[in-house]
């Protein structure tokens, strides 16, 4: 029985909706590369200052931190700040910075300033134009700032008494990021600020340490030198669940999680010699309901003029609510990586569809050959497009593979590794005529490796693409093979347009491109990445060399392990 062959004034329509649907696809993975770009770039900077600050405490904590702040918001100046103890209308500097070190401390006035906009309605950013909205703060004028973005440092009863600010000469050109690390790290700087008041009204005076010891907000033990509790605050037995008669005399083990406690107890341990200062650490305490409370101690041992240690005092603030957040962050990350995972399943089989049917309309011996040849060119550019759309969504799953602990699958073979290349090279002669290819390989025996013919073949493909769409029109790439008794060196040589010394650091970071532009050829930065993985799972090496404007030079090393 004879089909019927569709009308042809149909195709043209259905080729467009077809290509329409290819371009939406396009546009969605590169805003989907785009923000997972500005995400990596965002949690990057956090982690660094995290790490940067993690242990310093005092002025080198504040320096560190303004600093930091700074450097990547491309500031020029930075400052923490706190209230006179006789005024709430000025301001005294903890820590001042200006262009690249610490500044001399000074005192202003709030009236006038956007800094009395933070202390009356908390986090404030001007990006751009702030001495036009504040004419009257003379300071603003005096340092030629037109950005200005400042958060309040918060005390313990939720009221602000201090403030943290960063500024530039010029307009904020990323003022979510700004604003974002102020509200994460004024909290820091604010329990730092309370950590140094605590500490300082120890050494004032025994009678005002315990006026604040029984209102302070935060919780407070004293703890004997063999770890029990000798005194705690309200607030501390607050924390536990428990009267302060209950925790008198509950050792630090008792109260920590058993998953806590070996580290708790070095931690204690190193605090025993004289020399030993103040530290903050998290853990987990076990309340008496048994729920967990996560807490950051701060502690610090108290000798005697012999040197012997009497006891320590920790200081101990409730970071439940940021844990459960970090906890919701790492969910969503969990969440970020399974919905790729069903993305990519989920179009793999559309994709073959798609790519099926463009096959059998350029088959000659098909039910539906084209003879149009304004058809025939629509349908290879459907196949095309959707060949490059299933190689992408084999880096997704890959790279889902590779985040979930997963590693790729290799099955190893003896296999003509020159054959490998030479036929890939052989593929991008047909297709890439405006590229010439000068390929020079090691030959037998030398070629024999052991290793998963298909995984290796995605690596070389991968880097002889790259070399392809990075090079201008006419240029040669240059191929070479070469081996030796235990490894077989391919060398990869493209005269494109190269990167510089940081991008090379970051080439093969997950989703980077050194070309982001909107001219940019397709890809996702996942290439790379992948093929890193995947020699070294061959127990080789990768090595990138690269100059901005004359090339880049890929290396691969691998083993010969012939048996």
């Known amino acids: 029985m004879n089909r019927q062959a569709p009308a042809k004034n149909h195709v043209p329509g259905e080729l467009e909706r077809l290509r329409q649907r290819n371009r939406e696809l396009e546009e969605l993975f590169a805003r989907n590369a785009q923000t997972e770009a500005v995400l990596r770039e965002n949690v990057e900077i956090v982690y660094n200052l995290t790490h940067g600050l993690a242990a310093k405490t005092g002025l080198p ?20 700040g706190e209230l006179g103890p006789t005024s709430s209308q000025r301001v005294q500097t903890v820590a001042a910075w200006a262009g690249d070190k610490l500044s001399d401390n000074f005192t202003y006035f709030l009236d006038g300033t956007p800094c009395h906009q933070v202390f009356n309605h908390g986090v404030c ?5 702030v001495q036009q909205q504040f004419p009257q703060d003379t300071m603003l004028a005096d340092m030629d700032v037109e950005g200005y973005v400042g958060s309040p440092l918060l005390g313990p009863n939720g009221n602000p008494f201090g403030i943290l600010v960063v500024m530039k000469r010029k307009p904020f050109e990323r003022p979510e990021l700004a ?28 009678k005002r340490f315990r006026t604040f010891f029984e209102s302070a907000a935060t919780g407070m033990f004293i703890i004997s030198a063999s770890g029990k509790v000798l005194q705690s605050n309200n607030a501390a037995a607050a924390q536990m669940q428990m009267s302060q008669n209950e925790l008198t005399g509950r050792t630090v083990e008792s109260l920590t999680h058993p998953l806590d406690r070996q580290k708790t107890q070095d931690f204690y341990q190193n605090l025993q010699s004289p020399t030993a200062k103040t530290f903050d650490y998290e853990k987990r305490y076990l309340r008496k309901d048994g729920s967990v409370m996560w807490g950051l101690a701060t502690v610090t041992p108290i000798f005697s003029k012999g040197g012997t240690l009497d006891y320590y005092l920790a200081l101990v603030q409730d970071i439940t609510t940021r844990r459960e957040a970090e906890e919701v962050l790492r969910q969503s990350e969990q969440m970020k990586t399974e919905f790729i995972s069903t993305a990519a399943h989920e ?23 084209l003879i149009n040849g304004q058809q025939v060119e629509f349908a290879k550019e459907i196949y095309q497009k959707s060949e490059t759309l299933s190689e992408i969504v084999d880096d997704l799953l890959d790279l889902n593979r590779m985040e979930t602990g997963q590693p790729l699958s290799i099955e190893k073979t003896l296999c003509n590794f020159d054959q490998i290349v030479t036929d890939i090279v052989s593929s991008y002669r047909k297709v890439s005529s405006r590229h010439q290819f000068d390929t020079a390989l090691a030959g037998p025996p030398g070629c024999t490796l052991l290793l998963d013919r298909e995984k290796m073949a995605q690596v070389v493909n991968n880097l002889i693409s790259n070399a392809v769409k990075y090079s201008p029109h006419g240029t040669t790439i240059t191929i070479r093979g070469e081996a030796t008794s235990e490894t077989y060196r391919l060398t990869i040589r493209d005269q494109g347009i190269g990167m510089t010394p940081s991008q090379l650091q970051r080439v093969f970071q997950k989703f980077f491109r050194a070309d982001a532009s909107d001219t940019a050829v397709q890809g996702l930065g996942l290439g790379l990445s992948i093929a890193r993985h995947i020699v070294e799972r061959h127990e080789g090496q990768i090595k990138i ?5 004359e090339g880049t030079t890929v290396t691969v090393l691998l083993p010969r392990h012939v048996e």
Do not use: W
Request: net charge negative; charged share 20%; proline share 5%.
């Open 61 to 80: 904590f504040f320096e560190a931190l303004l600093a930091h702040l700074t450097k990547n918001l491309q500031a020029d100046y930075a400052l923490v």
């Open 125 to 129: 950013i001007y990006p751009s134009g």
């Open 179 to 206: 604003q974002t690390l102020l509200k994460i790290f004024a909290s820091r700087a604010s329990a730092e600020l309370d950590r140094l008041h605590n500490q300082q009204r120890l050494i004032d005076s025994e």
């Open 347 to 369: 179009l793999q089989t559309p994709l073959t569809i798609i790519m099926g049917y463009a096959e059998l309309l350029l088959s000659k011996d098909g039910p539906c050959p």
């Open 545 to 549: 060399d690269s100059t901005q404007g």
